[in-house]
Structures are given as structure tokens and as C-alpha cells.
């Protein structure tokens, strides 16, 4: 018969961020530590650092005579890219939608995870909304957009005017519903994260190990000191960053065609060289976007310079993937 509940939560208390992340999971029996995590992406040297870290960790704890370590095969099939943001409104669901629909557009088996739980956008952006996703064995079926990316996002089960008042491990088990959902052939999924570093992040690291993360943010010094606490966050998860791409950078009036920096430029690509992370690219402030996107247009669907520039960016990404 195995221990308490709380003393697993003790022993889950000795580990590091870093084993957590990794850990599927622990259990203590007749004195015996069982943890099982997933080794995906170690190399034989890696795997036995990890291996005597969490021995380590776990011998001597209270209750336990010894230490059993289970590290899993390297996990082949769907991978996962990150969106992330330290703060709010920086453009981040515009680009994430962007991001997927040129992926798509290479050749790319993409899908959408909209797991900004709080707040769901993507419906609106990929032109969706008001499409409910069916089930099949207990799992959600990703719904189709004309784009060729299939889309789950709490914006397609919780009617529009109703908030979403949920603790954390709600928010939990909402996440583990939408990537764990019936997604086929697609073996790339784009999860659009909530702006800042709460539950829904955690639990991606923890449950989900991202391939890697992408972070966006607005030219101004502000948005640059939240996206940098991302930026910690992803790297204490072990999370590779992919790169910076900065939004709303430069703004050209359509009457008068002067240009101008509302947000400021290039601070993105300043604090990107500074922390040794690629830069991506810009995207401009424009009233085209913004008026595609509530159309449920994405620019990058399109021709044109704004769209070139989300697909540049993509193809970043896609060599990125391609040299892992």
C-alpha cells in the first residue's frame, strides 16, 4: 500500500525545476522512491546526469531506504513551439496565428493550440468562430480552418460573454484537453500562450516539453523587462529559444505616408544581441493587420510586404526544427 499523499509531495519538494519538468511520475512504496522521467532529447551522458541528480535528490529524504530512477526513450512525433510574451498586448496571438498559417503554407503539417485559457483569441483570428470541436473517444477533435491549420481554443467551448473563472489545476486540465486532443497528421503543434509566467506555462513545461519557445514583444523598454522574465522562465524549464521577433515596430500614416516609431525600433533586436538569442525579425504597425485579423484573415495568408515578413520569420523557425 503506498504512503501518503503528502509525502510524495515532499519528495517532489526535493527535486529542481529542471526534474520537474521532466518528471512523469513518483511514488513512494514500502520505503522505495519510484520516479519515472522522460529523457527525451539527452544524450547517454545526459541521461545519467539526470539519473544520479534525482538519486541524489531523493536519498535520505524521510521515509526512504531507496531510489528507483525509470528515464523513458526519446519521445518521436509531435513537436511543439512555444509563443510566448512577458506581458499582454503585445500582438502575440496575431503572431502566433501568422506564424502557423505560413508554416502551413511550406508544406508544414501545423495546428493551433489557442491556450490563452482567460482570454481566447484565435477563433476570431483563423476566421472559426461560432465552430464547436466535436469528440471522439474522450478526446476533442481539432476544428478545420480554411487555412490548412486546425484550431482548438476555450474560445470554441465557452460561449463569448461568459468568463472563465478557474484555479489553476482547471486551467491544468483544460491545456492537457486541447494538445492531447485527436490531432492526426499533424505533427507540429503552435501553442499560443497567455501573456506572463502563471499556471498555463508551468504546466507546458512540466507536462509538455516544448521543442522550443519563440517570444514576442513591442520595441519599448517595458514590454522588453517583461519578455525577458519569459525569456528566464523557458530557460530555467530547459526550453531552447528559438528567438525574439519584435511586433508593432514602426508605423507608416496611409494618408500622408509618413513614418513614424510610436513603440520605439529595434529594441527588440538590441536586447535579442545582448542575451546571444536570434533575432527573428519585425513586424510593422499597421491598420491592415489589425483589420485582416478581425476579418479572420491572416496577413500571411496573403501577399504582399506584411505578409513576407510573417513568412520570413516562419522560415526561420522551419530551419530552426529542421536542425534539431
Excluded at 33 to 55: F, Q, S, T, W, Y
Excluded at 184 to 190: N, Q
Excluded at 199 to 207: E, G, I, N, P, Y
Aim: aromatic content about 4%.
Amino acid at each position: 500500500m503506498s504512503e501518503p499523499d503528502d509525502q510524495t509531495q515532499q519528495l517532489r519538494s526535493a527535486l529542481s525545476f529542471q526534474m520537474l519538468a521532466r518528471l512523469q511520475s513518483l511514488r513512494l512504496k514500502g520505503g522505495i522512491a519510484i520516479a519515472v522521467l522522460d529523457a527525451g532529447g539527452l544524450d547517454k551522458a545526459g541521461r545519467a546526469e539526470l539519473e544520479a541528480a534525482v538519486k541524489a535528490a531523493l536519498t535520505g529524504q524521510p521515509g526512504v531506504s531507496d531510489v528507483r530512477v525509470a528515464l523513458t526513450a526519446d519521445k518521436q512525433g509531435r513537436r511543439i513551439i512555444a509563443v510566448g510574451s512577458g506581458k499582454g498586448g503585445v500582438g502575440k496571438s496575431t503572431v502566433s496565428a501568422n506564424l502557423a498559417v505560413a508554416l502551413a503554407g511550406m508544406g508544414r503539417k501545423v495546428g493551433l493550440v489557442d491556450a490563452d485559457i482567460y482570454g481566447p483569441s484565435q477563433p476570431l483570428l483563423l476566421g472559426s468562430d461560432g465552430t464547436k470541436p466535436e469528440a471522439r473517444d474522450n478526446k476533442l477533435i481539432p476544428v478545420p480552418t480554411r487555412w490548412g491549420v486546425p484550431l482548438l481554443s476555450m474560445g470554441q467551448l465557452i460561449a463569448p460573454d461568459k468568463a472563465i473563472a478557474w484555479r489553476g489545476p482547471m486551467v491544468g486540465n483544460a491545456l492537457g484537453q486541447l494538445i492531447d486532443a485527436e490531432w492526426g497528421e499533424v505533427d507540429l503543434l503552435i501553442v499560443d500562450l497567455p501573456p506572463g509566467t502563471g499556471d498555463v506555462q508551468l504546466t507546458m513545461l512540466q507536462r509538455y516539453k516544448p521543442a522550443g519557445a519563440v517570444i514576442v514583444s513591442t520595441p519599448q523598454d517595458l514590454a522588453l523587462i517583461d519578455a525577458k522574465r519569459a525569456i528566464q522562465l523557458f530557460e530555467i524549464g530547459e526550453v531552447p529559444l528559438v528567438g525574439l521577433i519584435e511586433n508593432m515596430a514602426g508605423y507608416v500614416c496611409p494618408h500622408c505616408g509618413e513614418a513614424s516609431d510610436p513603440f520605439g525600433i529595434g529594441g527588440a533586436e538590441a536586447a535579442a544581441g545582448a542575451m546571444g538569442l536570434p533575432f527573428l525579425g519585425r513586424i510593422p504597425l499597421q491598420l491592415a493587420i489589425r483589420e485582416a485579423s478581425d476579418a479572420g484573415t491572416p496577413p500571411a495568408a496573403g501577399e504582399g510586404p506584411t505578409a513576407e515578413a510573417f513568412k520570413a520569420i516562419a522560415a526561420q523557425v522551419a530551419d530552426w526544427l529542421d536542425n534539431q
